[in-house]
């Protein structure tokens, strides 16, 4: 993910006004400058309980410093800048120098924390303290944003959780036999009757990058959300209409998605484990035991990303 210029798109129609929520990542996709932050890593482990988030450049800084844009209205000023630097031949040299510069003022610093915590999957989730959302609070709007981003800069993406470490996701549709309403929610009370019906109510630690799965698939256009029913019934369906995709995904790791042809999809058809390979949408199951060639496979399916207008991705 690249960096949000907007957090409204990622949240409008995903909330309701005066809802609380939570911005996050999983442990199983750190990046490069997460994995050599230290303190991140104690973070992990469970040898400090939080963390004021700081860095050299970009959101880790402006978490600490604070992030500064042009005073209106726009103003120069004059700063007198000394100069000092070695030369390669040895020389040092010093000077005065004078620049005109743009007047700055702080537009916020918000020292965003970190917190650990397990979503009822039992993945590894960390965290920033929750926040209500507020389509017409500008700052609101900005310190998910800033979230967002160190989410990104650390985990690779963000994820938009409930207060109880669930992915929020937006279902658009479900068949007749319903085990999620058609809305907008977490996915707890789906994973209890799931647990309850297919696995007799036996627990198994699952820690293994769910949210990284659902945010990768959310970078796509996904056209629609629905539940499945007879074998599938533990899974959604992501419809990607602009790729001609239907996904079958779990919502546990341990499991497969399953690929079809949209366009020869039938949607009435009640597949299961069994016959979901004969069926004449069939394109591919993919394992979830590798995170990045499950991406690398998904990425040979679908292209076509959100419209530029809902995830423009540069600032």
């Known amino acids: 993910m690249g960096r949000v210029i907007n957090a409204l798109p990622h949240l409008e129609g995903l909330l309701s006004e005066g809802e609380s929520f939570i911005i996050g990542f999983g442990t199983k996709s750190l990046t490069t400058e997460a994995i050599h932050y230290r303190d991140l890593g104690e973070l992990v482990k469970g040898n400090i309980d939080d963390l004021l988030v ?11 410093f604070g992030k500064f844009v042009r005073k209106q209205p726009e103003n120069k000023q004059t700063v007198n800048k000394h100069i000092k630097y070695t030369r390669k031949d040895g020389r040092l040299i010093e000077y005065d120098r004078v620049f005109e510069v743009w007047e700055k003022e702080l537009l916020h610093k918000f020292g965003l924390i970190l917190y650990k915590g397990r979503s009822p999957q039992d993945e ?6 929750k926040m209500i959302f507020n389509s017409n609070d500008e700052m609101v709007l900005l310190r998910a944003k800033a979230a967002m981003n160190i989410a990104s800069a650390l985990g690779g993406y963000f994820q938009i959780y409930n207060l109880n470490l669930e992915p929020v996701l937006k279902v ?4 007749d ?3 999620l309403a058609k809305g907008v929610g977490g996915i707890s009370n789906k994973l209890e009757q799931i647990q309850q019906e297919f696995f007799g ?5 699952d820690n293994s990058g769910n949210s990284y799965r659902f945010s990768v698939l959310k970078d796509y256009n996904v056209t629609d959300i629905y539940d499945g029913e007879g074998g599938f019934n533990e899974y ?12 079958l995904e779990n919502l546990r790791s341990g499991n497969a998605t399953y690929i079809f042809d949209l366009s020869k999809y039938d949607k009435n058809f009640v597949l299961d484990k069994s016959n979901a390979k004969l069926h004449p949408a069939f394109l591919k199951r993919v394992i979830h035991h590798n995170l990045e060639n499950w991406k690398i496979v998904l990425s040979n399916y679908l ?9 423009l991705l540069v600032s």
């Open 124 to 129: 590894v989730i960390l965290h920033f303290p």
């Open 303 to 311: 292209i076509t990303k959100k419209d530029d207008d809902e995830t």
């Open 177 to 179: 036999r319903k085990i």
């Open 54 to 64: 700081r860095g050299k450049k970009g959101y880790l800084k402006e978490n600490i």
């Open 172 to 175: 658009t549709a479900t068949f």
């Open 201 to 205: 109510g036996n627990r198994t630690k």
């Open 236 to 247: 959604f369906h992501f419809e990607f209409a602009s790729d001609n995709i239907v996904l």
